[in-house]
């Protein structure tokens, strides 16, 4: 079984990481939290904590191997504790995962079933569900989910997500906000903080808006 994996990330394309390991190009399953997260780390070598597990239909043999990665153990480990969720399993999770691990399992212990039923696929029933199963397994991965972290890697974390929140909170589609950052990211600078990103998202954005104009 491969537990960790360390390569140079080339590429993400929805929730397919591209990881360059030597000779070798491997596609890594990885949730919108975690593809935040990496976007930063596109050509730098970069460790993940990987979850394998077989897809397929068992009644044809025809099982694929996958892997699912995160960038800190404990990560992981609630990522595993959330697939085991009655009505979950990994596709699901994979899909719901759009909050850093802190806050989905901070809605978790405050028993917020509105809050999680919000979560892309989840929905009211599995919202309950997910609670009476893990919130009195919660309350540590609050707590300790970033601490294995660099601490350069966390704060990009942070700031990744934070500007998320607030392009969807401006209106912003889940699609459109991802691509806006990805496009300020593909620039190579730094953002020390959220206000520096979205002051580059919203002058790349004027930007291409005023070329197109001229080109009218």
Do not use: W
């Not at 199963?133 to 540590?140: I, N, S, Y």
């Amino acid at each position: 079984m491969i537990t960790k994996i360390t390569g140079v990330p080339l590429g993400v394309a929805g929730d397919v990481l591209t990881l360059a390991v030597g000779a070798f190009e491997y596609e890594v399953l990885i949730p919108e939290f975690t593809r935040r997260q990496l976007q930063g780390q596109i050509g730098r070598e970069t460790s993940l904590h990987t979850i394998e597990y077989l897809e397929g239909n068992q009644m044809s043999s025809r099982m694929t191997p996958r892997l699912v990665g995160f960038l800190n153990p404990v990560e992981r480990e609630f990522f595993e504790l959330f697939c085991q969720v009655d009505g979950v399993g990994v596709k699901k999770a994979l899909r719901a995962m759009v909050r850093p691990v802190q806050e989905v399992a901070g809605l978790i212990e405050e028993q917020d079933a509105k809050g999680l039923a919000a979560l892309p696929g989840i929905g009211p029933a599995t919202a309950e569900r997910v609670i009476a199963k893990l919130r009195r397994k919660v309350p540590r991965f609050a707590l300790l989910v970033g601490h294995d972290l660099p601490s350069e890697v966390a704060t990009e974390r942070d700031v990744l997500s934070e500007s998320f929140d607030a392009l969807r909170s401006l209106g912003h589609s889940e699609s459109d906000a991802r691509r806006l950052l990805d496009e300020a990211l593909a620039r190579k600078k730094k953002y020390k903080d959220v206000d520096e990103l979205l002051r580059a998202v919203y002058e790349q954005r004027g930007s291409r808006q005023g070329t197109g104009d001229r080109g009218q």
